[in-house]
């Protein structure tokens, strides 16, 4: 068995799409595939067939001002709308550019979806069968960014980014089986995390919801210990770690087509590593 993570990153994400389109394009394909945040938009799309879906939303889409931004922010409290993402504008069946779910479930393919439970911190993983047709509430909940966003309610939890609670969740597909792994970052893997911005963003958010501030101060240290595994496991064969070398100023909500072209680009290269890592 052969896994796929992709452990998202706002909009550079895009990284991660032109990987998968890539894939589709070469006919390659994964046992199970583990999304977070914007990675589960991402492989939810791959499963589904829909190549160049993930490039329309992030090169088109995500320019628009119901998409996100600051005006929105002030009026709801959202930075990010995900209901116009994953809803009935752009992804539901009568949307621009609907999510084909069928062809998910009809992939024959396993899919884990990662958010965090915004009252016990902890992660939750969602199946391709937790969600259907028209209703996306794993993918809004994993990738429900804290302070930009409220946590989102669905199926009786309050959820935030999933990359909170279990950042590189590579884990997860060897214990499922998998020997082989394919994990997507869309920073530099060279990169480590510092605690200072987490923990001005804990600040603000500790008061509701305690147990996720605590995530907050504490993720440097999760990611980067699950990074120097990755990087431990690439070296024994067993990891392919697919990585940005460069992502010019690129953060997680930063709007710069032409920076994120750049990184399209490169993930369309990157991804070429791939078939010799599965075989």
Same mark, same amino acid.
Request: charged content about 25%.
């Given at each position: 068995?052969?896994?796929?993570?992709?452990?998202?990153?706002?909009?550079?994400?895009?990284?991660?799409?032109?990987?998968? %389109?890539?894939?589709?394009? /070469?006919?390659?394909?994964? &046992?199970?595939?583990?999304?977070?945040?914007?990675?589960?938009?991402?492989?939810?799309?791959?499963?589904?067939? *829909? $190549?160049?879906? !993930?490039?329309?939303?992030?090169? %088109?889409?995500?320019?628009?001002?119901?998409?996100? @931004?600051?005006?929105?922010?002030?009026?709801?409290?959202?930075?990010?709308? #995900?209901?116009?993402?994953?809803? &009935?504008?752009?992804? !539901?069946?009568?949307?621009?550019?609907?999510?084909?779910?069928? @062809?998910?479930?009809?992939?024959?393919?396993?899919? #884990?979806?990662?958010?965090?439970?915004?009252?016990? @911190?902890?992660?939750?993983?969602? +199946?391709? *069968?937790?969600?259907?047709?028209?209703?996306?509430?794993?993918? $809004?909940?994993?990738? !429900?960014?804290?302070?930009?966003?409220?946590?989102?309610?669905? $199926?009786?939890?309050?959820?935030?980014?999933?990359?909170?609670?279990?950042?590189?969740?590579?884990?997860?597909?060897? &214990?499922? @089986?998998?020997?082989?792994?394919?994990?997507?970052? +869309?920073?530099?893997?060279?990169?480590?995390?510092?605690?200072? /911005?987490?923990?001005?963003?804990?600040?603000?958010?500790?008061?509701?919801?305690? $147990?996720?501030? &605590?995530? #907050?101060? =504490?993720?440097?240290?999760?990611? =980067?210990?699950?990074?120097?595994?990755?990087?431990?496991?690439?070296?024994?064969? /067993?990891?392919?770690?697919?990585?940005?070398?460069?992502?010019? *100023?690129?953060? +997680?909500?930063?709007?710069?087509?032409? *920076?994120?072209?750049? #990184?399209?680009?490169?993930?369309?290269?990157?991804? =070429?590593?791939?078939?010799?890592?599965?075989?």
């Amino acid at each position: 068995m052969i896994g796929y993570v992709d452990v998202g990153g706002g909009l550079r994400g895009i990284y991660g799409a032109a990987v998968l %389109d890539q894939c589709l394009e /070469k006919h390659i394909s994964f &046992d199970l595939m583990i999304g977070v945040s914007a990675g589960s938009a991402n492989v939810v799309s791959f499963l589904a067939g *829909q $190549k160049h879906r !993930n490039y329309r939303f992030y090169m %088109d889409y995500s320019f628009r001002r119901e998409y996100m @931004g600051l005006r929105h922010f002030l009026k709801t409290g959202n930075y990010l709308d #995900l209901e116009y993402i994953y809803g &009935d504008a752009l992804s !539901n069946s009568t949307g621009e550019y609907p999510l084909f779910y069928e @062809g998910v479930l009809k992939s024959g393919k396993h899919m #884990l979806i990662v958010a965090t439970d915004a009252q016990t @911190g902890e992660p939750v993983y969602y +199946t391709e *069968q937790d969600m259907s047709q028209d209703d996306y509430g794993a993918i $809004k909940g994993s990738s !429900n960014v804290p302070v930009a966003d409220h946590p989102y309610e669905w $199926k009786g939890r309050l959820l935030f980014d999933g990359g909170l609670s279990d950042p590189i969740p590579f884990r997860k597909a060897f &214990d499922a @089986g998998c020997e082989k792994v394919v994990v997507l970052l +869309t920073r530099p893997k060279d990169y480590f995390r510092t605690p200072e /911005k987490d923990r001005r963003m804990a600040l603000l958010i500790r008061r509701r919801y305690p $147990k996720t501030a &605590d995530r #907050l101060v =504490n993720r440097w240290q999760l990611y =980067n210990s699950q990074l120097e595994e990755a990087l431990r496991l690439e070296a024994e064969g /067993k990891v392919l770690i697919v990585a940005p070398s460069d992502i010019g *100023q690129m953060s +997680t909500l930063t709007k710069d087509r032409e *920076q994120m072209q750049k #990184l399209y680009e490169k993930g369309l290269e990157d991804a =070429n590593a791939i078939t010799a890592f599965i075989g």
